[in-house]
């Protein structure tokens, strides 16, 4: 067998060289073609998540902030009827209110426009009413109460703007003419719902600036009141996560637009404020307590805008 010659030998040399260097370039190309798969991928999932979220906002966008709240406080309110234990009996103030709030609403609209308008706010004035006062009282307090809150609307402003809440305002006046008109909220029994619906709703308003505001306020100084009379941490627990009424007052009735401040200083002060003032109520007139301060800190926002620049 002959020895191959130093032509061949470098003809092979070369040949394997070659086939070496085609087969290196062709990994190359794979992993290329590979990394393009996995960019584009990536890509297509990105645009997936992209147009999901889109979808998601546009699904959000084709309901208002009303129909949201009044989805969320008839939920709220059929939750506690049926499954904390106040019964079938306390739907009924909840029409007399809604009758009362909507069909006045109703006829002053028509007063001013000749128009036949229905007025979600006031459905929503009439549901609040009915979740916060205390069930079984004379029907005519609740019909006392929806009055003051749509003649507040309509009559009481500064400016051209509400200076109240309407449905906070008709229950700090009738609790206030009647003793017995108290004010239970029960309609945020259910506190998982409160919280759920309660961040969405902050959330939408883009609120949590007064609503955190207010909480850690109250929640701060309520804590040291409870620890300089001698009481536990374990207090402060119980209070924390006993504080339904809180937590529904501050997502729900606190932040409604047309009466707190526009601007993010302002409204983190008016949480404030309205904590301090609910603290003060709480010890020295508990029977008016959360409208209270509600209804003082709304007087004092035009204050708090003269005062505070944004």
């Keep these: 067998m002959s020895k191959p ?9 070369k040949q394997l060289f ?13 992993k290329e073609d590979i990394l393009r798969i996995r960019q584009a991928e990536s890509k297509g999932q990105g645009r997936n ?17 009303y129909h949201y709240m009044i989805s969320f406080l008839i939920v709220l309110i059929l939750a506690s009827t049926f499954f904390f234990g106040f019964g079938v009996n306390s739907l009924l103030p909840v ?38 006062l205390t ?10 109460a929806g009055i003051v809150a749509i003649l507040s609307k309509h009559l009481i402003k500064f400016r051209q ?14 609790s206030i003419i009647f003793p017995t008109a108290l004010h239970t909220w029960w309609i945020s029994s259910p506190l998982i719902l409160v919280l759920i619906f309660g961040i969405f709703m902050v959330w939408r308003l883009k609120r949590f600036d007064l609503t955190l505001s207010f909480l850690i306020s ?36 606190l932040i409604e637009p047309r009466t707190n401040p526009t601007n993010k200083k302002q409204r983190i002060a008016y949480g ?39």
């Design 5 to 13: 010659s130093s032509a061949e030998t470098a003809a092979g040399m």
């Design 18 to 30: 070659m086939k070496f260097t085609h087969n290196k370039k062709q990994a190359r190309k794979q």
């Design 49 to 65: 998540k992209k147009g999901v979220l889109m979808d998601l906002k546009l699904l959000l966008n084709k309901f208002t902030i």
């Design 95 to 132: 029409l007399i209110t809604i009758i009362t709030t909507v069909s006045l609403d109703l006829f002053i609209g028509y007063y001013k426009s000749k128009k036949w308008e229905l007025s979600q706010s006031a459905l929503i004035s009439g549901l609040f009413i009915g979740g916060l």
């Design 135 to 144: 069930q079984n009282l004379p029907f005519y307090m609740y019909v006392a």
């Design 161 to 174: 703007k509400h200076i109240f809440n309407p449905a906070n305002l008709g229950i700090l006046i009738t």
């Design 218 to 253: 109250y929640f701060l100084i309520n804590s040291i009141i409870i620890l300089s009379r001698g009481a536990q941490f374990s207090d402060i627990y119980f209070t924390l996560i006993n504080g339904s009424v809180i937590f529904f007052f501050s997502m729900f009735m």
């Design 272 to 310: 404030v404020l309205v904590a301090i003032l609910f603290i003060i109520f709480q010890i020295y007139i508990p029977q008016h307590d959360l409208p209270l301060a509600l209804a003082v800190g709304n007087v004092l926002v035009p204050i708090l805008k003269n005062f505070i620049k944004g």
